[in-house]
């Protein structure tokens, strides 16, 4: 296993991929054959010196997702909500939820107290 980069790579170690490749490069130079895969070093780096120029290899991990922001909250899953792309609120609506969030944490917090002071009593 400690040849192998990830689980994927041994797994498809002896199956051929498209291209006649077995999940390497095509080549030996492929990153150098790009003018824009290789880069100058501002600073000493491992065994590489200053202002030599390293190859960059990129190495796809999973899907491409494009991700939207829907939903802003406070807490985790039970907070205030900051921002919803497809819920709009006038200032009488949020003045409504604000409330209603903050008789909840009450009643939770008197029911906390009430509880403890039950189990003291045993």
Do not use: W
Request: one cysteine or more; glycine letters at 6%; aromatic letters at 6%.
């Amino acid at each position: 296993m400690s040849r192998f980069n990830d689980l994927a790579d041994y797994i498809l170690h002896n199956q051929s991929r498209p291209g006649g490749t077995s999940g390497t490069y095509s080549s030996g130079s492929e990153a150098e054959d790009i003018p824009e895969a290789l880069v100058e070093l501002p600073e000493d780096y491992l065994d590489k010196k200053k202002n030599t120029n390293v190859a960059i290899k990129l190495h796809e991990l999973g899907p491409r997702m494009r991700m939207k922001l829907v939903k802003i909250e406070e807490n985790f899953c039970r907070g205030n909500v900051v921002f919803h792309k497809y819920i709009k609120l006038d200032r009488g609506e949020i003045k409504k939820q604000m409330d209603a969030l903050k008789s909840k944490r009450e009643l939770k917090a008197s029911r906390k107290k009430l509880q403890e002071a039950n189990i003291k009593k045993k």
